[in-house]
């Protein structure tokens, strides 16, 4: 599909009950504001990650919520994406430092602080024994671990108590979870700003995640799309 149409009519052609997918093709990228359509998302809440075109390593996160079947918008903040800028999730390929561009659930939230106030997404607490395994060759690609797997390398793992700003709060991103596809990319979080672009991850303002996370309701089904509005 052309860059520049709009978000939501790429999303009336997703199926409802379809989970998000690592192999499912990316979204037709959105334009400024744009809101997800009535029909075509499940649940009551959605977040859409923005950049003006597929090199940017900069754009917006708005998150919306349904409201007597009309969507609304709930807030919005700056948001980073990977320093080599954004492509389809079904494409990416793991080392790029690219995000994917897609379609994803919200499996769990997690952080080496406590949950910000009116969090009731599921949380997990970030120790000192908390791994994110990287390693293609584990059986733990692409999974939060307590002590690392004696087959997952810790030179291809996220220690995440070592990134104690980025992931003081973070959402992980479904992108390649359900069913990992090897070599395709692990650890793609929503999560506080860093020093700059992402490796592949998208990012806002602490003050934002901690609000996200007190709107986020496991109830609601919460999704986030990914994508591009410019060429």
């Not at 919520?65 to 990416?92: I, M, N, Y």
Request: overall charge positive.
């Amino acid at each position: 599909m052309r860059p520049g149409l709009v978000l939501a009519a790429a999303l009336l052609l997703l199926p409802a009950h379809s989970p998000a997918r690592a192999d499912a093709p990316a979204p037709t990228a959105p334009r400024s504001s744009v809101s997800p359509p009535a029909r075509a998302v499940e649940g009551a809440q959605f977040l859409t990650a923005e950049a003006p075109h597929a090199r940017a390593t900069s754009g917006t996160v708005t998150w919306w919520e349904r409201r007597a079947g009309a969507w609304v918008r709930a807030g919005s903040t700056p948001a980073r994406f990977g320093v080599g800028g954004l492509v389809r999730g079904d494409r990416r390929e793991q080392g790029t430092s690219t995000t994917p561009a897609g379609v994803y659930d919200l499996p769990f939230a997690f952080g080496i602080e406590a949950a910000p106030a009116g969090t009731s997404y599921p949380y997990r607490r970030v120790t000192p024994s908390s791994w994110w395994c990287q390693d293609n060759a584990s059986a733990s690609y692409n999974r939060w671990v307590d002590s690392l797997p004696a087959d997952c390398r810790a030179a291809e793992a996220e220690h995440l108590v070592s990134y104690g700003k980025a992931y003081a709060h973070a959402l992980v991103i479904g992108f390649n979870y359900g069913r990992p596809v090897r070599g395709r990319g692990a650890g793609i979080f929503l999560h506080v700003n860093g020093a700059g672009a992402t490796a592949g991850c998208v990012s806002v303002p602490a003050e934002a995640m901690a609000r996200i996370l007190a709107w986020v309701r496991p109830d609601a089904r919460p999704r986030i799309a990914i994508g591009w509005s410019g060429a």
